[in-house]
């Protein structure tokens, strides 16, 4: 009896997205060519394209392709950086939300560091919401030398949903252009992208149910945008490299469903995520759920994130996996060695109490069956660990 809970790091392929990327792949074909095969592939790939505008609620001129959304999320911040200062040099800083994925944050650090862009982190509270009232004043101060600003739609360590439409309404006031991470928001929330108003956004196929190495950049219409990529000048020269007609194809599937499912899947999943956090707080009730409240609305219907106290989230997620429990500790693994999370470190969690954190991530396949099983598991889980947790504590004060 296995459960999988990490549908945030992937979600199982779709048998459709996984036909659509074959039937693509063997009608080969680069879109590129201007024989038949390759006029072929490109009409495959427009097609996609438009659908995968259709289910974002924008235009299919504001779809850009790429490999994913790690990708997407360079594309976005590194290309609104290097058109906005190259448009007005004196427009150097970069407003950016301290929760932010690696793929966003990383590009923050290296402009920075690289490009000599000073960052300016919007405040967020306790939840990891980032506050609408201290961004609105920050952009008053920097909004005349602010080049970007990037906050992401929804956080993929907590589940905390932003006030996205406002901070982009509030940069906006300033001509601030503002990249948005969608990438674990998309298909879980009713408003669609292009209602959002950001510039550019970041979708990830394989958070969707498309393998992985899909994705895709909304570039909203008259943005302008310096490209990452250099070569063939494809994706009207934004993004070179052949495009990949059957990662298009299978991510146009994907989002279609995903899109179409939100009405019934998020409930559904939202009611699976309320009853395993019941069933962790009743089994342990010094665990915290971190984030925002989930009765609250202001949580992704897929997120369950817990601290337990006294123990080591990487125990916790070894031990579960022996037990036949997919699940992660929600930070991220560098060459195998756990790094402390900066997102509770941003929303002023305890170091210690943040080293017991654990994400419970739900999807399309998410059943009773997978919340029983860690529900079944979870007091030998946790006695291993706080014993593990202890000796490991009694070590450092013996040393
Ligand atoms: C919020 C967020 N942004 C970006 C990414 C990166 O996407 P990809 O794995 O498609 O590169 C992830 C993946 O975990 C994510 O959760």
Redesign the pocket.
Same mark, same amino acid.
């Given at each position: 009896m296995s459960a999988y809970l990490d549908h945030? =790091?992937?979600t199982p392929v779709r048998d459709t997205a996984l036909a659509a990327w074959r039937d693509a792949a063997l009608a080969g074909g680069n879109p590129s060519s201007l024989h038949g095969p390759g006029r072929r592939a490109r009409r495959a790939v427009e097609d996609a394209r438009e659908q995968v505008a259709a289910a974002l609620g924008v235009g299919a001129a504001e779809v850009v392709l790429t =490999?994913?959304?790690?990708?997407? /999320?360079n594309l976005g911040v590194k290309g609104l950086w290097g058109a906005r200062t190259a448009a007005d040099p004196r427009r150097r800083v970069v407003l950016a939300s301290p929760v932010?994925?690696? =793929?966003?944050l990383d590009c923050v650090t290296w402009l920075a560091d690289a490009r000599g862009a000073e960052v300016v982190w919007l405040p967020v509270d306790a939840d990891g919401r980032v506050d609408v009232a201290g961004t609105a004043a920050l952009l008053e101060r920097d909004g005349d030398r602010a080049a970007l600003l990037t906050c992401?739609w =929804?956080?993929?360590e907590v589940g905390t949903i932003q006030p996205l439409a406002e901070v982009v309404a509030l940069a906006h006031e300033h001509e601030v252009p503002v990249h948005a /991470?969608a990438?674990?928001a998309v298909g879980w929330l009713p408003e669609a992208v292009g209602a959002i108003g950001a510039d550019t956004v970041?979708v990830?196929?394989?958070?969707l149910g498309a393998p992985?190495?899909?994705?895709a950049l909304v570039v909203r219409r008259g943005t302008a945008l310096e490209p990452v990529l250099h070569g063939g000048g494809q994706e009207r020269g934004v993004r070179s490299g052949t495009v990949d007609a059957p990662a298009a194809a299978a991510l146009a599937v994907a989002l279609r469903e995903a899109v179409a499912e939100q009405p019934d899947q998020a409930p559904r999943v939202a009611a699976l995520r309320d009853r395993l956090a019941a069933g962790l707080l009743a089994t342990d009730p010094t665990a915290v759920v971190q984030g925002a409240d989930p009765a609250s609305g202001g949580r992704l219907p897929t997120n369950l994130h817990v601290t337990f106290p006294g123990c080591e989230g990487d125990s916790l997620l070894y031990l579960f996996d022996a037990a036949g429990v997919a699940v992660s500790t929600g930070s991220a693994c560098r060459a195998g060695v756990p790094e402390p999370s900066h997102v509770l470190h941003a929303m002023g969690v305890a170091p210690l109490l943040a080293r017991g954190a654990l994400r419970f991530s739900l999807g399309r396949t998410s059943t009773d069956a997978d919340v029983d099983r860690v529900l079944e598991v979870l007091p030998a889980v946790l006695e291993r660990a706080r014993a593990a947790g202890a000796r490991s504590r009694g070590a450092v004060l013996a040393g």
């Open positions: 945030a =790091a992937t =490999a994913g959304g790690t990708e997407a /999320d932010e994925h690696h =793929a966003v992401m =929804a956080n993929n /991470d990438v674990q970041a990830s196929g394989h958070k992985t190495g899909s994705g």
